[in-house]
């Protein structure tokens, strides 16, 4: 199995969710990209480049197959050049018993007392574990494979941030990075999807939200019932209860009176009843996910 950066970013981007890095490694289309992703996009691209001219004498390795780019790396790290750029390295690590290839291209690779410094260039402005887990996870990634390809650990992990400030990245020793990775490669090659319930603010940037979103509204998901929150979906599954119409059922079973409190009642009456109740678990539309305007006031970048 090959574990690469970009799966750490699929596994926490927009929000953490498994089910998304199982479908992207299943190769299920997701659905297209909004402006305000291909507005960042660039935006980023130029924060990188801008970067990439501070240095000037920076030796370019971006070109080139997977492979001449790997060896230019070594060569590179060999010959002590100052400032690398795109380098690419890729070993292997024994995950959970079994021998994964693990790849990655961090930004910069900068010479400074006989070692080197691994640099990221990222936009975004908060660059902590609440905010942004998948590149603390990807510099450490880096990090690993530095070691695996050159011996010595990096001097340091960094990430030059949006608002042009370096922030320090605290390595992980290789059991604690191994559990991670070790977790991606279980759910990539899980013979079934993990389960994920649908949310608000989970789905709500993701590129398969309107595939879950159908398949939450298809099979009736509790997960569509207002104010009732990921870990209230997990509790209800564990119950047995997976759609709002076993939940509707259950309450009818189990409210003060049970079955016998319906003797007497009408079935009209009863129908009365189990409508204001649908009314009242009636699901949120995602129609509002789709608003680009909604993801563009979105700061958490
Ligand atoms: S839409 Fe939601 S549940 Fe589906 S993959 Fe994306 S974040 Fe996960």
């Given at each position: 199995?090959?574990?690469?950066?970009?799966?750490?970013?699929?596994?926490y981007?927009?929000?953490?969710?498994?089910?998304?890095?199982?479908?992207?490694?299943?190769?299920?289309?997701s659905?297209?990209?909004?402006?305000?992703e291909?507005v960042?996009?660039?935006?980023?691209?130029?924060?990188?480049?801008?970067?990439?001219a501070t240095?000037?004498?920076?030796?370019?390795l971006?070109?080139?197959?997977?492979?001449?780019?790997?060896?230019?790396t070594?060569?590179?790290?060999?010959?002590?050049?100052?400032?690398?750029?795109?380098?690419?390295?890729q070993?292997?690590?024994?995950?959970?018993?079994?021998?994964?290839?693990?790849?990655?291209?961090?930004?910069?690779?900068?010479?400074?007392?006989g070692?080197?410094?691994?640099r990221?260039?990222?936009?975004?402005?908060r660059?902590?574990g609440?905010?942004?887990?998948?590149?603390?996870?990807?510099?450490?990634?880096?990090?690993?494979l530095?070691?695996l390809?050159?011996?010595?650990?990096?001097?340091?992990?960094?990430?030059?941030?949006?608002?042009?400030?370096i922030?320090?990245?605290?390595?992980?020793?290789?059991?604690?990075?191994?559990?991670e990775?070790?977790?991606?490669?279980?759910?990539?090659?899980?013979?079934?999807p993990?389960?994920e319930?649908?949310?608000?603010?989970?789905?709500?940037?993701?590129?398969?939200?309107?595939r879950?979103?159908?398949?939450?509204?298809?099979?009736?998901?509790?997960?569509?019932?207002?104010?009732?929150d990921q870990?209230?979906?997990?509790?209800?599954?564990?119950?047995?209860?997976?759609s709002?119409?076993?939940?509707?059922?259950?309450?009818?079973?189990?409210?003060?009176?049970?079955?016998e409190?319906?003797?007497?009642?009408?079935a009209?009456?009863?129908?009365?009843?189990?409508?204001?109740?649908?009314?009242?678990?009636?699901p949120r539309?995602?129609h509002?996910?789709?608003?680009?305007?909604?993801?563009?006031?979105?700061?958490?970048?």
């Amino acid at each position: 199995m090959f574990l690469s950066s970009g799966d750490l970013y699929h596994r926490y981007r927009p929000a953490a969710c498994d089910l998304r890095l199982y479908l992207y490694r299943l190769g299920v289309e997701s659905g297209e990209s909004s402006p305000y992703e291909g507005v960042i996009r660039r935006l980023g691209q130029h924060h990188e480049r801008a970067h990439l001219a501070t240095f000037g004498n920076a030796l370019d390795l971006s070109a080139g197959t997977p492979a001449e780019r790997r060896q230019r790396t070594l060569n590179a790290i060999q010959d002590g050049v100052p400032v690398i750029y795109q380098p690419l390295f890729q070993g292997t690590a024994r995950l959970s018993g079994v021998d994964c290839d693990l790849g990655g291209a961090p930004d910069f690779l900068i010479r400074e007392n006989g070692g080197y410094v691994i640099r990221d260039v990222k936009l975004s402005r908060r660059i902590n574990g609440r905010d942004h887990p998948e590149i603390l996870w990807q510099l450490r990634l880096y990090g690993r494979l530095y070691e695996l390809a050159a011996g010595p650990p990096p001097l340091r992990l960094e990430v030059f941030t949006g608002t042009g400030e370096i922030v320090v990245v605290e390595p992980l020793d290789a059991p604690t990075l191994d559990a991670e990775l070790s977790g991606m490669a279980g759910v990539i090659g899980a013979d079934a999807p993990p389960f994920e319930p649908v949310g608000w603010s989970k789905c709500g940037r993701c590129g398969y939200q309107v595939r879950c979103w159908k398949e939450a509204e298809d099979t009736h998901s509790v997960a569509l019932i207002p104010k009732v929150d990921q870990g209230m979906v997990s509790a209800l599954r564990d119950a047995g209860i997976n759609s709002y119409d076993e939940l509707l059922a259950q309450i009818r079973c189990c409210r003060p009176g049970g079955v016998e409190a319906r003797v007497g009642r009408t079935a009209s009456q009863d129908r009365q009843r189990d409508r204001h109740r649908h009314s009242a678990l009636r699901p949120r539309s995602s129609h509002k996910h789709n608003d680009p305007d909604r993801a563009a006031t979105d700061s958490r970048v």
